[in-house]
């Protein structure tokens, strides 16, 4: 593993390879023990607002036993306020560090950075539309444990499907497991993105695009909720309010859900799932930030 840009560069060994090693960081962790990372240095650069992931990738490299550089919104602290190049600037980091992990405004900033790199990048999520690898890897993970299996599953994605980045890599790495169906379940201006049902299509994995939750709601084993924003819907106020309330998860529909079923979110939620939901079982959506930190002790110590 030299960088990590993209989910379909993960193949179903390396998948199996992370998945036990963040099983091991986990018993590492339950014991209190320490690993031997005291001399490499990790660089969070986030040009872009991040709770969860910056978090856990700090919290990552410090239980590793590493140390942390870091700043967020790095347009307001670093050169590029000076008009300096994304490229320059990792040129530069490089020099001061032992692995990059970047989150970018725009699309294939995290390639573009693992091009001129002197060390391994990590994509932390690029642009709206882009991708979120680890988000997906630790979304994978998740499933894995709480489910038992991955082939098989049967997932309805619920959202903002266009410019979910977590989205569009969990779909790429469902893409390499057997007999996945995908329920894509949004309105038409909100849908998965021909490029992602063109992969699916080429690994012949069944999916469709529906818009009614219902329909398909006691059938699945996963549902993936994603953040509906506001600012989508520029003054149409009303559209926004509708949609909201068609794709809301509450009490009422948690009832029509298999018993062994579970429900997802990357969070930050907004408004799509009721705070009554939090307490059930099926809502794992807090233990993924926790399997978010096992994932990417996982991710960095494979790349250290
Ligand atoms: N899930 C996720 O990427 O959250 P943050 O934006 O807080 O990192």
């Known amino acids: 593993l030299q960088h990590v840009i993209e989910a379909q560069q993960f193949t179903l060994p390396l998948l199996h390879e992370l998945f036990q090693t963040a099983d091991q960081m986990e018993k590492i962790l339950e014991r209190g ?3 031997d990372y005291q001399n490499k240095i990790m660089a969070s650069l986030f040009y872009a607002p991040s709770t969860r992931t910056r978090f856990s990738f700090e919290s990552a490299m410090f239980r590793l036993g590493g140390k942390v550089i870091s700043t967020e919104q790095a347009h307001l602290f670093s050169s590029v306020i000076g008009g300096e190049t994304l490229e320059d600037t990792i040129r530069v980091v490089s020099n001061f ?4 992990v970047l989150r970018h405004t725009e699309v294939g900033a995290a390639k573009r950075a693992s091009l001129v790199a002197s060390v391994p990048v990590i994509n932390a999520g690029d642009g709206k539309g ?8 630790l979304d994978l ?9 991955i082939d098989g599953l049967k997932i309805a994605f619920v959202g903002d499907l266009e410019q979910g980045r977590t989205v569009r890599s969990l779909a790429y790495l469902l893409g390499k497991f057997e007999r996945v169906m995908i329920y894509f ?3 038409d201006f909100l849908q998965i993105r021909e490029d ?5 299509t080429r690994h012949n994995v069944w999916f469709t695009l529906e818009s009614d939750l219902n329909k398909v709601v006691s059938e699945v084993d996963v549902i993936y909720v994603t953040r509906i924003e506001k600012e989508r819907f520029g003054d149409k106020v009303e559209i926004y309010d509708e949609t909201v309330r068609n794709y809301f998860i509450d009490g009422k529909l948690l009832s029509k859900m298999k018993p062994k079923s579970i429900i997802m979110h990357p969070l930050p939620r907004l408004n799509e799932i009721s705070p009554e939901v939090d307490d059930d079982p099926r809502a794992v959506y807090f233990k993924q930030t926790k399997n978010g930190l096992l994932i990417r002790m996982a991710l960095l110590t494979m790349l250290l």
């Open 196 to 200: 992602i049902q063109d992969y699916l």
């Open 141 to 149: 993970y998740t499933i894995y444990k709480e489910l038992g299996y």
């Open 185 to 187: 379940i949004a309105p």
């Open 130 to 137: 882009g991708q979120h690898p680890t988000q997906a890897l």
């Open 33 to 35: 023990g320490t690993l």
């Open 97 to 100: 560090c032992d692995v990059i």
